[in-house]
């Protein structure tokens, strides 16, 4: 879904240009509103660009929009994917309205249902999957990492600082032509605040481990957590300035965990819009960016 040339091709075109615009105007235009409103602003953007880009559903169809926003605002809906207690919720209405929507995409038009090579899937099946990726990890991952890198709120208060950072201060002096330093600035800011602070591996067998200096040994299938937080800031690894913002570091690009792989390296779990989302917050920080320089926001 996110491989087809269809993907890139909405990415690009005047559709998501249109939507670019408008997260720009709202930004200029609303500020006190811009990270919190359902209606416009940053969650309305990425709400309506992401299901644009990956599924081709219009961005004006007022219907459809009206769904996806019940399904992916608030905390309710995505409450519906912890268990047992998701069962309680009541849920199922909506996420069966957007399973549809899915399926009467662009994106499924193709798709052959029960093809042993996709493990005999439905379309059904594939909608109700695609929508519990977009509701948990999509719309939701991609609406905290902008408001990491657009400045909603400062860095985390690390050990020895007097006060929070505010990222904005470095984005106000970056080159905004300039497409890598943007790109490492939105890695050393998904560094000290990963949008996903822990992931997980399962242990394919037994195996022992020494814990401050006694050993432990654990069955296979125990789950092990990953701390991509702790591990973007370990200063055994980064150094000194580990708490310190600075998006010149030079292991940067090739070492951050923040898409739950390392730099370039993975395992085949690294997140499968990585380079979408790389390339959209790259967008917004050039529209963005160019609005508060001439608005003198800085």
Known sequence: MLG??????????????????????DYANSSSTFFDSTTSGLFDFINRYLHYVMFGIDPADAVSHATLVEFFSGEAPIGHYFWPHGYFLGQHDVI?????????????????ANDPAYFSMTSRELAALAASIMRIAGVQGFYQTSKIVLGSFKLPLYPGAAERFDQRTVWDVLDLSDTQQLQQYIMECTRLDAPVSVAHHVAPAEFTVNIDGSSYTYPRGTKIAIPIGLGNTDKKFWGDSAYSFNS??????????????????????ECPAKVLVMQTLTAMLQRLGAVRRASGRL
Request: net charge negative; no cysteine; glycine share 4%.
């Open 248 to 269: 010149s570091r030079p292991e940067l690009m090739s070492n951050i965990m923040s898409f739950n792989s390392r730099g370039d390296s993975h395992a085949g779990r």
């Open 96 to 112: 069966d309205k957007v399973a549809a929507l899915y399926m009467a995409s662009p994106a499924f038009s193709d798709f052959v």
């Open 4 to 25: 087809n040339a269809d993907v890139e091709a909405r990415r690009l075109d005047s559709t998501s240009a249109s939507l670019l615009d408008e997260l720009a105007s």
